[in-house]
């Protein structure tokens, strides 16, 4: 074979790695994205179950109106983080009425009536589960930015990613962790 020759198959080669490479890079960043759709399938969810669950209560009682506004409001402000683009107020709107629902079992226990309805205990049963549903997708979301952070800091791979930043490089937040937790993440390192 010739020098030529030889050139030519080398750039051929790393030519298919750099492909290769983009769109594995690609593939992870459009997981994370789906991941992200399917968290905002289950919040459009819960927030419709309580829609139905406050129509339901404040037939039995004048229902707090103070947890009312808070959904609401919260509500509202997790659409105008996202709209915005604001991933991490999002998160922190999204988060808060998550601990109301968890706190719902306590009101429904001061309402004998309500407790018993039927309507209402479905509703429950429905905000448990969509509850459970969205913790799911969250995991998958996180573990979906793990993947995605552990290629993109590989060593070949990273090459890749600071030549094409622009289409390449994210920055994701995650769902429900902690400070301490995103930096250890963060700062992960693979020791040889």
């Not at 459009?44 to 179950?49: C, E, P």
């Not at 573990?143 to 030549?163: G, P, Q």
Request: charged share 20%; proline share 1%; aromatic share 10%.
């Amino acid at each position: 074979m010739s020098t030529g020759m030889i050139i030519i198959l080398v750039l051929v080669a790393l030519g298919i790695f750099i492909v290769f490479t983009y769109n594995t890079v690609i593939a992870l960043i459009e997981a994370v994205r789906n991941n992200q759709n399917q968290i905002d399938i289950q919040l459009d969810r819960r927030y419709k179950v309580f829609e139905s669950l406050i129509e339901v209560v404040k037939k039995y009682m004048n229902y707090e109106q103070t947890t009312l506004k808070d959904v609401v409001a919260l509500r509202s402000q997790a659409q105008q983080a996202h709209a915005a683009g604001d991933e991490t107020s999002r998160i922190a709107a999204e988060n808060k009425i998550s601990t109301i629902a968890s706190g719902l079992n306590l009101v429904f226990e001061q309402y004998p009536d309500l407790k018993a309805n039927q309507n209402c205990l479905q509703l429950q049963e429905e905000i448990v589960s969509t509850e459970n549903r969205l913790a799911y997708a969250k995991q998958s979301y996180n573990d979906s930015i793990e993947r995605y952070n552990a290629t993109r800091k590989s060593f070949f791979t990273s090459m890749i990613v600071n030549l094409f930043k622009g289409k390449l490089f994210f920055d994701f937040a995650y769902w429900q962790l902690s400070e301490a937790k995103i930096a250890e993440q963060e700062a992960y390192t693979v020791k040889l």
